[in-house]
Nanobody, 125 residues
Framework: QVQLVESGGGSAQAGGSLRLSCVISGYTLGSNLMGWFRQAPGKEREGVASIYTGGYNTAYADSVKGRFTISQDNAKNTVYLHMNSLKPEDTAMYYC??????????????????WGQGTQVTVSS
């Protein structure tokens, strides 16, 4: 059974950086789809970044392009979200998600089958 555990959230000043981690158990990263999503209070969950771990293809939301980077460490079975130049509007609960045997990076939450519990990111101005 797949389990995703996020960490690395916290508070940061605008312009600062944070790195989120998602450790996967139940299967190796291999050739699967991994994604990061976020949800702010009163708003819908939105896709932030996605990666196909077999080919390193990625997709990003326009709002984070050039600031966020999704990466993977196969040895640690971990996916990261590197967040730079943070803005107050990045404040949200961030979730890691996965889908096995899926090759196309996607920011639609409906394409994912497993989810972590989330980690809170708060950015102050």
């Amino acid at each position: 059974q797949v389990q995703l555990v996020e960490s690395g959230g916290g508070s940061a000043q605008a312009g600062g950086s944070l790195r989120l981690s998602c450790v996967i158990s139940g299967y190796t990263l291999g050739s699967n789809l991994m994604g990061w999503f976020r949800q702010a209070p009163g708003k819908e969950r939105e896709g932030v970044a996605s990666i196909y771990t077999g080919g390193y293809n990625t997709a990003y939301a326009d709002s984070v392009k050039g600031r966020f980077t999704i990466s993977q460490d196969n040895a640690k079975n971990t996916v990261y979200l590197h967040m730079n130049s943070l803005k107050p509007e990045d404040t949200a609960m961030y979730y890691c998600a996965s889908r096995r045997w899926y090759r196309v990076p996607t920011l639609s939450q409906y394409d994912y089958t497993a989810w972590g519990q989330g980690t809170q990111v708060t950015v102050s101005s």
